[in-house]
């Protein structure tokens, strides 16, 4: 399918530069940006900006987008449990298709059970659940493996946001 839609998966108290920040840089490159929450209503991020979501995560058809945002802050612990949430993600990374979490988002990828033998970073405090659900965890600013792009903090948006737009991009060039 050729499509520029890429889905951020958010839950209240995400941090929200770590939603703004990659969602303007997407808008910027010319991609769509797709926001999901498990109800129609504002969401609230940490530091008090809101985002209405255009779907919920049961309206989520996966095979309708080329990438998979998760951002950080509180929002991954309000949704790493959501039955759809789970079944995006795992359909993401069945497919290959680019998924980018940061900071908790890597909680997300914990509860789907998707982590076991990926190289990721995330925040700190997070490092013991991914080391735990069988993953290969690295402090380090940004993280590629294969189609998991991770980061560990808002100062690490520049590298995060580069290398999820870099992906991005040379799927494009795959379908032309």
Not at 18 to 35: I, N, Q
Not at 39 to 63: A, L, M
Not at 140 to 150: Q, S
Request: positive net charge.
């Amino acid at each position: 399918m050729n499509t520029n839609k890429v889905l951020f998966l958010i839950g209240e108290n995400f941090e929200d530069l770590e939603f703004f920040y990659p969602y303007y840089r997407l808008k910027e490159e010319g991609f769509s940006a797709v926001v999901a929450y498990k109800e129609k209503r504002k969401v609230s991020g940490k530091h008090g900006y809101t985002i209405e979501p255009d779907i919920t995560f049961k309206e989520i058809k996966p095979e309708e987008y080329i990438a998979l945002v998760i951002p950080g802050g509180k929002g991954p612990a309000d949704i790493r449990e959501d039955k759809d949430v789970i079944r995006v993600v795992k359909y993401f990374m069945d497919k290959t298709k680019p998924v980018a979490a940061i900071c908790h988002g890597p909680q997300v990828l914990v509860s789907a059970g998707v982590v076991k033998n990926r190289r990721l970073t995330s925040w700190q405090s997070v490092a013991v659940e991914v080391k735990n659900a069988g993953g290969l965890w690295e402090d380090t600013a940004v993280l590629v493996d294969g189609n998991l792009i991770t980061s560990r903090m808002p100062s690490d948006l520049p590298y995060f946001a580069s290398k999820l737009i870099s992906a991005l991009k040379a799927l494009q060039l795959q379908v032309v």
